[in-house]
């Protein structure tokens, strides 16, 4: 293996250090951080995320608070919760864990969160914020990308990025956050409507592959030195993780991100930044 690590468990923790001052800070302030999640139903892989980002709150001394709901849970019920969620004065933020059961209207649900508790920055008003170049909290698992590039070295300003994909979570805002004047980069988004997914990647400097297929990535897509970020989620019949990266990229690329252990770990530290960053605003405001 020729590429260098970008470690994703690392930059969490350093992340998470620093957040567990700041946590300290607003406390003195009389504030406490607060993040609710709401799951609903008992898909094994979004149950073991959610416990994640609940770990990580006790680590950095953020309150939390949990919603589960059982996968029968009707769109009124789930709405409910959403409201409830709204109003609590000790819940400064927030997340629906996605995806949402089938029947669900997702979008729906997204609509009726209150924007200034919208940890993951997916609601319509902190997507268009973004689009508009305001500010917003940033979706997690893109600003991860970011903050993981930047925390290796690796020259965005310029860059010719390829994303594959284009969910709601990634692909849709990650090209929106690279093509800011801060970043910089020039971005070809694919996706399985692509005709020569190849000749795209072979181009890029940078590759954020977020397109949830096995090993997508072959090294003869990659161009020698690239930064391969693999951020996507498929699992074997006992639950392994399959990226969308084949591990024989790492001969040729200059960076690869390991997949578990690089974005995954950054998507939770960036919307425990979320949070902060929302009550550190509400501080300011006082
Ligand atoms: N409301 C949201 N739903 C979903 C999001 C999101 O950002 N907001 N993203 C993904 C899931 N996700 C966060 O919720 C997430 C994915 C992966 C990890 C993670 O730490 N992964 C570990 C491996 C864990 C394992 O072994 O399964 C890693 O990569 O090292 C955290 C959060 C979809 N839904």
């Known amino acids: 293996m020729s590429a260098q690590i970008l470690d994703g468990k690392a930059t969490a923790a350093a992340i998470k250090s620093d957040l567990t001052v700041r946590v300290a800070a607003l406390k003195e302030q009389g504030i406490t951080p ?45 709405e409910a919760v959403v409201r409830e969620l709204n109003e609590d004065p000790t819940c400064t933020g927030y997340i629906v864990q996605l995806p949402l059961p089938k029947g669900i209207d997702e979008n729906r649900i997204l609509e009726l969160m209150d924007p200034a508790k919208d940890a993951d920055g997916l609601h319509p008003t902190n997507l268009g914020r973004l689009v508009l170049n305001e500010p917003a909290p940033l979706p997690c698992t893109p600003n991860g990308v970011i903050t993981l590039l930047r925390a290796h070295g690796v020259e965005i300003n310029g860059a ?43 181009n890029a400097d940078i590759i954020v592959a977020a397109a949830g297929v096995p090993h997508l990535i072959k090294p003869e897509d990659v161009k020698p030195g690239a930064a391969v970020l693999d951020v996507g989620v498929s699992r074997n019949g006992e639950g392994k993780i ?8 790492a001969e040729v690329a200059g960076w690869i991100s390991p997949n578990p252990g690089g974005v995954g770990p950054m998507t939770r530290a960036q919307l425990l930044v979320n949070v902060v960053e929302a009550a550190e605003r509400a501080a300011a405001a006082l």
């Open 34 to 78: 607060g993040l609710g999640t709401v799951l609903v139903g008992d898909d094994a892989a979004s149950q073991k995320y959610v416990a994640g980002k609940h770990r990580d709150c006790a680590q950095v001394g953020i309150a939390s608070i949990q919603r589960h709901l059982p996968a029968t849970a009707t769109q009124e019920e789930i």
């Open 160 to 202: 010719e990025v390829v994303v594959v994909g284009r969910g709601v979570t990634i692909g849709r805002p990650m090209p929106l956050i690279l093509t800011r004047r801060s970043e910089n980069a020039t971005v070809t988004q694919c996706h399985t409507g692509t005709r020569d997914l190849s000749a795209h990647l072979r």
């Open 242 to 249: 399959l990226g969308d990266v084949d591990p024989g990229v």
